[in-house]
């Protein structure tokens, strides 16, 4: 395999820390993926979380900045100071050293996206900005790649979980705005200061970033339209429900005959709709276009590990296209061929997971004892049963029961014994039932 | 700019044409993002579509399929074929005469993409199938780039649109399958011959494609369970209902301490789930992925244009890398930077949507005839009112509506007018509403 590549972190905070610990834990994967290993060899920190969960061993740590932006041996820069000052001359110095550039820093692109895009140009060097917008979801990817065959009409988003964490606690709750604010400073989910996220300024600058990815319009911040959330009342999520919808803090941005729509604002949205659903610090966003209709991208938008895997997203991205040939620049099979891995496909018997069950029994003493029975002596635990009055022409009742996770060799063999019971007629229905959870 | 890339189809049906369409009607759009031009140049198909809405000018029309994999003149070949014999030889006689393939083929890449994928390498062309799984959904691009730097723990998806349907249509109507999938094939929405959609081997498909992106494994389809939805009855529907669960036709793949989990089946799922409520032709893919967490992808699984914007954005891929220098391989705005367009941003006062209105007015009569006196005077109209009994302490009347579309200005002028009425207490309230449709 090729030399690593190598990359300088400009802070080391909660997503500097995520996006290192990430690095290291999945490092054979994202190698196996992008071709070569990708290691963090120097970091600039004020100072460090004491209780990090990865490794410095091999990392230069340093608190001058210069020292990561000038080193001849770093191929990236992850720039992650946050502001826009400090972040957009280093973002710019390290450009012109000849760094490629991956940055989560909104408010530098919405604010200096058009100078800095031009300078990595001139220098034939990447910036990417993956983590920028939506957190952990590619949804830059989506609208510059994905969707380049579309005319998109307008795009709608839940961008900022802040305010949607605030809005969904209102909700269940029936809270005031000020208590949940001040829970969700206790729990982590808002800042001390929280303007950014409440007062919408977060959400515009990752609005301004969608916008000129859908409409190829150069980022122009200062004219998005800013609402917050701060005067969202009880009475109002009330009235939201009666009438049918939701309210969610939204960025919007559509094409009209007049104009660019570009606007941040809490939304009425009904109730069926997908994004309606989407509750607490999660983000999702809607794109709809012209060949495609409509597509929606969800998932966490914040957070070390997630804000990580954009960043890594972009490091791979990089790094494939420093290092493969045109022709194979992200491989077939996201991994590279000759690292493809002779993992056994499990049979169908030993899958694990909850069962639904149905049978048709006749109505006499016993049935019920005998079948939690058979399920008892092949270890299948009953999360729910239902049994309903039995049908008054055949005398059979219909049995329905939910169990617990098991292998499924034991639910077949559970099912054939059932099967042979005088008291059973027919076969019993199977279906597997999935929690889904993360 | 550069010289066109010249695109040859094999197949001009439903997504042929489709595909034709979408690269006519967005030729700017999609130049502006590729930095070149993309045209069918060749078409190979047995006869027209007569009322088809795309222009066959420029166009070669061949019933010839060597005519189009052989010519000289062709950088990419589009196959769209359909089965595996005929269009495993086109692809593998394309690809050693040095074109790049684009295909929406799940089942040649499912049965033979191991070997398509070793000729392309060793020839040096790129094979893309992003319209292989999910059509235009870019779920290939967010699971091989996006969450490149996660280990992926699972995915769940809807990814047969007939299916779903069927299952849809089942719920709402206490339809048996039978009915509805008659029903289906009156729409379209089912082949005559439906085997390969309700006896979940089109999922399969395009389950094995997910599996080895997700996990590094070489394609494995003989290795896939499979259960197709034909046994589930108006019961099983009722019932899941009782539970507080939605029956689901999945594919899901797990990794597991003992091996890979590669199934297709009808699931249960919890109602809550965003997946539980993806009704109809839709589909949509959750993947639990270890730094990221849940992400979900959602979109039109198929049909001629959501195809075709996967089939298209593969086209802009193949182009990007052919075309543009490694360092600008995907321009920062997602179109080149000398093709930015100057579309005016609008004013928040000019954009157009839907409001709600909430006012505390003086419990006396008329109060309410002054108030849609003031809106009928702005040619606002009204959608719904709700308006609760009297506060027997202060003799107020909370009074909610919502207005049907109106230009912004209006209702900020409404609410000042109504705001001067002394019958009106305090502020009024208002919030946007966007319905959010397709």
Not at 70 to 89: F, M, W
Not at 200 to 227: C, N, R
Not at 399 to 426: C, F, P, R
Request: aromatic share 4%.
């Amino acid at each position: 395999m090729l030399n690593p590549v190598k990359v300088g972190i400009l802070g080391l905070g909660t997503v500097g820390g995520g996006t290192v610990h990430v690095l290291q834990k999945n490092a054979e994967e994202i190698a196996r993926r992008a071709g070569r290993a990708i290691i963090v060899t120097h970091a600039c920190a004020k100072e460090l979380n004491k209780t990090h969960p990865y490794s410095t061993e091999n990392m230069v740590l340093t608190d001058q900045l210069n020292e990561v932006v000038s080193n001849p041996e770093i191929d990236i820069v992850i720039e992650l100071l946050g502001g826009t000052t400090i972040a957009r001359e280093m973002t710019l110095q390290a450009i012109k050293n000849g760094k490629h550039i991956v940055t989560a820093n909104k408010a530098l692109i919405a604010n200096h996206g058009n100078e800095i895009f031009a300078a990595a140009q001139e220098k034939g060097v990447m910036v990417a900005f993956e983590a920028a917008v939506g957190g952990g979801i590619p949804i830059i990817k989506a609208v510059r790649e994905g969707l380049a065959a579309n005319k998109i009409q307008w795009i709608a988003g839940i961008i900022n979980g802040t305010s949607n964490f605030i809005l969904t606690e209102m909700r269940d709750k029936g809270s005031k705005f000020a208590d949940v604010l001040a829970e969700a400073q206790r729990l982590g989910y808002a800042e001390k200061d929280p303007t950014f996220d409440i007062e919408g300024v977060d959400a515009a600058h990752k609005l301004t970033i969608l916008a000129s990815l859908a409409f190829g319009i150069p980022l122009q911040f200062d004219k998005v339209y800013m609402e917050g959330i701060t005067k969202i009342t009880p009475e109002d999520v009330q009235y939201s429900e009666e009438l049918g919808y939701k309210i969610k803090h939204l960025g919007i941005t559509r094409r009209t005959d007049k104009g660019i729509e570009l606007r941040v604002h809490p939304t009425f949205i009904p109730n069926k709709r997908l994004l309606a659903n989407v509750e607490g610090v999660m983000n999702a966003v809607l794109v709809q276009a012209d060949a495609l209709g409509p597509s929606l991208y969800y998932g966490a938008g914040a957070g070390a590990l997630p804000t990580g895997s954009a960043i890594i997203a972009d490091l791979v991205d990089v790094t494939r296209t420093l290092t493969t040939d045109p022709g194979n620049r992200v491989p077939h099979l996201a991994f590279q061929s000759n690292a493809l891995a002779d993992l056994p496909i499990l049979p169908i018997d030993e899958i694990e997971t909850s069962y639904y069950l149905r049978m048709s029994a006749l109505d006499k003493l016993g049935v019920m004892a005998q079948v939690t029975n058979i399920l008892m002596e092949n270890a299948i635990s009953i999360e729910a049963i239902i049994q309903k009055e039995p049908n008054s022409d055949t005398n059979q009742v219909q049995v329905v029961m939910l169990t617990h996770k098991v292998v499924e060799k034991q639910v077949n063999k559970a099912i054939q014994a059932i099967e042979q019971l005088d008291s059973i007629t027919g076969q019993v229905t199977r279906i597997r039932v999935e929690m889904l959870k993360g």
